[in-house]
């Protein structure tokens, strides 16, 4: 988004018509602590491949400049990024300082003693301004897949949640509403479909896609969401399964019948979510669920097609509520670092305000004062800004995917059951097993817990 981006860094910068580096860093320096402190040293920083990890990548010479410290910076592919992660941190290499983390991952790499709680960083004044850096500025939804029982052990600076992209163009054409509702979807798939199939110009179109493949995070992104909606839980308050219930089979059927079938791509359910934004970015797609900081990559003329067709909302309402995903990518600091401090820097300067209002550029800040006072102008789609009011102010996790250590075996089991309801697997029988196989899960790991203590 080069124009937001150029509109972003003409706000903070007015001193010169040229923006240097030293002139930007006068804005990180009136933090009252010595950004030198640790000067000379070097630490290694793991990415992922995400938009918000790639927009940061740019203005790392500019905490060069500021610190003195060089920077290692390795962005992977995510299933790499997730095998590198995890190799690092459980043999103790100590390879990466900083490391990318998600809630899904959070509650094993907390558990095992990987990654250093923050409190401590945040309340050293020779480390931290925290009248300069504002945490509170920080979404407290953002802030909360961060925490493990109160306690922070990352730092966000990119926060989404799948909500409901629309060619807001074809939507008037066809004289169709935006639906509301999962039953309302299906009715608007299959009337959009048919309307496209009647239009040569869009020949090759389809009306909707959503994750398929398996994977915890991957299709249990939005599948969780969807039961939740419908009243569906997959872990009660105990750590017993209630997956094999009412709610869950009517709530798989809802989401088989979105994602397969007539208005779907004909390889559906081998579509990665990449895919998916390659074809609603390409005018390939009418709709989609799709991750809030996709918005990045559709909104100008020389990124999209479609960037002035698009729109969002907040996706469907079930019978129960209306329910998301969010999702924080955070920094975290390797239990193993040799390089603790400067790390600390690291993941201060690119979780502040003034890098934030940059990384809006690729990414989606948590940081509500970018949002209000800048992006909710620039971004130019009432909808879109108006289901990222509701991402804010109501998105909350899965108990499952809330910082949960079993979250990857468990989130494994229950994405493969997805995937092969997708493939035609009869509901009642698949969640059936898979209900018996979580608790037998659960019991192992509770107590492989209880024995290490």
């Known amino acids: ?47 992922d491949e995400q938009p918000a990890f790639l927009a940061l990548k740019p203005y790392i010479p500019l905490f060069e400049e500021l610190t003195g410290i ?47 709680p923050l409190q401590p960083y945040i309340d050293n004044p020779k480390l931290t301004d925290k009248a300069w850096y504002q945490l509170e500025d920080i979404s407290e939804r953002s802030l909360a897949l961060c ?48 309307a496209i199939d009647r239009t040569p110009s869009l020949n090759g179109m389809h009306a ?65 979510f990449y895919e998916i934004r390659r074809l609603f970015k390409e005018g390939q797609l009418a709709s989609a669920f799709l991750a809030s900081h996709f918005y990045n990559e559709i909104d100008t003329a020389e990124e999209s097609d479609i960037w002035n067709k698009w729109e969002a909302a907040p996706l469907p309402a079930g019978p129960v509520a209306r329910e998301t995903s969010p999702w924080s990518w955070a920094f975290a600091i390797n239990n193993q670092s040799n390089q603790k401090k400067a790390a600390w820097l690291f993941i201060q300067w690119a979780t502040s305000e003034q890098t934030a209002a940059l990384l809006s550029t690729g990414g989606s800040p948590p940081r509500q004062k970018v949002w209000h006072e800048k992006l909710f102008t620039l971004v130019n ?3 879109f800004n108006k289901a990222m009011l509701w991402v804010f102010e109501h998105a909350t996790p899965d108990r499952l995917q809330a910082g949960m250590v079993e979250f990857p075996v468990v989130g494994e089991l229950i994405s493969q059951t997805f995937s092969q309801i997708f493939y035609g697997a009869d509901i009642k029988q698949s969640i059936k097993a898979t209900d018996a196989k979580i608790n037998v899960n659960m019991r192992a790991l509770q107590t492989r817990s209880e024995n290490k203590q």
């Open 147 to 194: 925490k493990i029982n109160g306690a922070l052990y990352s730092l966000p600076f990119d926060f989404s949640a799948p909500i409901y992209f629309y060619r807001k163009d074809l939507f008037e054409h066809f004289n169709l509403a935006v639906p509301d509702t999962y039953e309302q979807l299906q009715e608007t798939k299959i009337k959009l479909q048919k």
């Open 208 to 272: 909707f896609a959503s994750r398929t493949l398996p994977g915890a995070g991957l299709n249990t992104w939005t599948v969780l969401p969807i039961m939740r909606a419908y009243g569906a839980e997959v872990i009660d308050a105990q750590g017993q399964s209630v997956f094999d219930s009412p709610q869950t089979a009517q709530s798989l059927q809802a989401y088989r019948d979105l994602v397969t079938g007539f208005g779907n791509p004909d390889n559906s359910r081998l579509l990665h």
């Open 381 to 383: 789609k009432p909808g």
């Open 70 to 116: 060089s920077v290692g910076f390795h962005a992977l592919e995510q299933s790499q990024m997730r095998v590198r992660r995890h190799q690092d941190l459980s043999m103790h290499t100590g390879l990466y300082d900083v490391l990318p983390m998600g809630i899904t991952f959070l509650g094993e790499a907390q558990s095992r003693g990987w990654i250093d």
């Open 1 to 47: 988004m080069k124009l937001i981006k150029h509109l972003l860094i003409a706000s903070f910068i007015i001193t010169s018509p040229i923006c240097s580096a030293s002139a930007m860093l006068q804005y990180w320096q009136q933090a009252k602590i010595n950004w030198q402190s640790e000067s000379g040293t070097h630490i290694n920083i793991l990415a």
